[in-house]
């Protein structure tokens, strides 16, 4: 995995970059990013985490890192839950990342 800073330098003459994850959908927010952080861990410890998946610190990686993130979640959490979090507070996320 290339760092962030290696690629913006890498593409910082391009015309334009489209960007993309890994199932085609691409938006501002990420709804598991919002659950996680109202429901979790929190963005400060989210974000802490998943630096250390760029910079490759401690060994960490994707799946582990995911896991710790979504095991962060409250566990009784429901899906109706969650769409009306979404719905209320991040409807931008709902057509595009929730998919």
């Known amino acids: 995995m290339l760092a962030v800073s290696t690629l913006l330098e890498k593409y910082a003459t391009a015309p334009f970059v489209v960007l993309s994850d890994f199932d085609g959908t691409i938006s501002t927010e990420d709804s598991n990013d919002a659950v996680i952080d109202a429901f979790g861990m929190g963005a400060v410890a989210r974000r802490a985490l998943w630096s250390k998946v760029v910079t490759g610190e401690d060994g960490a990686n994707f799946r582990d890192c995911f ?16 769409v009306a979090f979404l719905r209320k507070g991040a409807s931008s996320l709902l057509g595009s990342s929730l998919g």
């Open 67 to 82: 896991r710790t993130s979504l095991e962060s979640v409250r566990p009784n959490l429901t899906f109706d839950e969650v």
